[in-house]
């Protein structure tokens, strides 16, 4: 079965860091663009980085540039998206996604991982 | 970054009605070296992740009935789902993938009549 599970989210404290696993089966995650989108609870949809399959190269929201870097580990089929510096804005529902090889529509999402940033 | 605006915010529509979602970007998303429109559509239920329904305007992901369907170009486009069914009820969201960041529409919440 073709899926994207992300694990990671938690409670933690503004300031704090947390990094997010995505992890791949039935795809090899460097054929495709994969992202991550969030969603605070009851909000909508906000693209927070991905990263192109062949080049590796990356990208942020403004939101979040500076603070969360992503990354990917081939021969774990695994996505990261290591996040410091957590703001209490920070708090939703973090989706893995993957995207088309070269067009960014996401047509596999993971179940979410949810991060809530409290003191 | 592009601006996505969806209307109506909520609709309730009788069963077997047609249910229409519009969308407006602030900039042109159709590509004409590719003759393409980057707008893509999803259906979110409670408690789901988004699915994909809709891509390139008008292309339907496989698997999606053909009761949802995609139409416009440039900065306006719709979502139409026509003989709306029970399995419907969700928020709808539109995307554009013409540039970075790619931005989504704050939805449309689509119940029953």
């Known amino acids: 079965e073709v899926q994207l599970v992300e694990s990671g989210g938690g409670l933690v404290q503004p300031g704090w860091s947390l990094r997010l696993s995505c992890a791949a089966s039935g795809l090899s995650i460097d054929e495709y663009g994969i992202h991550w989108v969030r969603q605070a609870p009851g909000k909508g949809l906000e693209w927070v980085s991905g990263?192109?399959?062949?080049?590796?190269?990356?990208g942020y929201a403004d939101s979040v540039k500076g603070r969360f870097t992503i990354s990917r580990d081939n021969a774990k089929n695994s996505l990261y998206l290591h996040m410091s510096s957590l703001r209490a804005d920070d708090t939703a529902f973090y989706y893995c996604?993957?995207?088309?090889?070269?067009?960014?529509?996401?047509?596999?999402w993971g179940r979410g991982t949810l991060v809530i940033v409290s003191s | 970054d592009i601006v996505m605006t969806q209307f109506p915010d909520s609709l309730a529509v009788s069963l077997g009605e047609r249910a229409t979602i519009n969308c407006q970007s602030s900039?042109?998303?159709?590509?004409?070296?590719?003759?393409?429109?980057?707008l893509a559509w999803y259906q979110q239920k409670p408690g789901q992740p988004p699915k994909l329904l809709i891509y390139?305007?008008?292309t339907r992901e496989s698997g999606v009935p053909d009761r949802f369907s995609g139409s416009g170009s440039g900065t306006d486009f719709t979502l139409t789902i026509d003989s709306l069914q029970a399995e419907d009820v969700a928020v709808y969201y539109c995307q554009q993938y013409f540039s970075a960041p790619v931005t989504f529409g704050p939805g449309t919440k689509v119940d029953i009549k």
């Open positions: 990263i192109n399959w062949n080049s590796g190269g990356t």
């Open positions: 390139w305007a008008s």
């Open positions: 996604a993957k995207g088309d090889a070269h067009d960014w529509y996401f047509d596999l």
């Open positions: 900039q042109s998303l159709f590509y004409s070296s590719y003759n393409k429109n980057y």
